[in-house]
């Protein structure tokens, strides 16, 4: 398996922009988190899926920010209208199942640094 | 919730040279994860390691679940171990969230 995919890399946007980061999870995986990475608050859980569901959206810090997963293979975060204070990078992760009831690990995609100027 | 914390933030070593980094966390967990994260922001697994003791070439980890802390020991250091070491937690009889320390920040001079 080639691994967690994210993309874009890096993406540029100006203010008030539309900004969609797009995941793909290894396959079979059932749980999928986005995290966010800061250099004041560290790598934060915004959201996670199980089986493509929302479980938990309490991490995602304003209504500007959605996720969707439309299937096993593929999941977006968009930020809408995009703010200089949500430059950061944006970490997918998958599991095979969840951290509490069995033993597995989290694998992290390379990241999408946003830069909103 | 739960807290991590990770000691010490930052650490410089010359190559060759070993080290002990530590995680402490504050409640009972099930899932605890080494990651590296290297110069070009990659995570790397390192370790899943809620107990006991696991080794990897140079690298090694070691939980003691009942005294809520984990250390991970890197020996014979290398330019290319440079980076940020990360310590995950997930929280017994919590929900499926992995919370981060703040990570040690390993610079490795040749």
């Known amino acids: 398996d080639a691994g967690v995919i994210q993309s874009p890399r890096h993406e540029v946007t100006e203010m008030g922009q539309e900004v969609t980061l797009r995941c793909k999870p290894i396959s079979g995986h059932d749980y999928l988190f986005w995290y966010r990475q800061t250099m004041m608050r560290g790598l934060e859980l915004l959201i996670y899926?199980?089986?493509?569901?929302?479980?938990?959206d309490s991490g995602m810090p304003e209504d500007r920010f959605s996720a969707k997963m439309p299937n096993a293979s593929f999941s977006t975060l968009k930020i809408q209208p995009s703010e200089p204070r949500d430059s950061a990078v944006y970490f997918c992760?998958?599991?095979?199942?969840?951290?509490?009831?069995?033993?597995?690990?989290?694998?992290f995609g390379q990241g999408t640094r946003l830069t909103v100027v | 919730g739960i807290q991590v914390e990770q000691s010490p933030p930052d650490l410089i070593l010359q190559e060759g040279a070993n080290s002990t980094l530590r995680c402490n966390f504050s409640d009972s967990v099930n899932n605890l994860q080494w990651f590296h994260q290297n110069p070009w922001g990659q995570l790397i697994n390192l370790f899943y390691i809620p107990s006991g003791t696991k080794q990897n070439g140079r690298l090694s980890a070691t939980t003691v679940a009942t005294e809520r802390y984990s250390l991970l020991y890197i020996s014979s250091s290398q330019t290319t171990d440079s980076g940020v070491y990360f310590c995950a937690v997930a929280l017994q009889g919590g929900s499926e969230k992995l919370v981060f320390g703040k990570g040690t920040k390993l610079t490795v001079n040749p």
């Open positions: 992760a998958s599991s095979l199942v969840g951290f509490v009831k069995a033993n597995t690990e989290a694998f």
């Open positions: 899926f199980n089986n493509n569901v929302p479980i938990d």
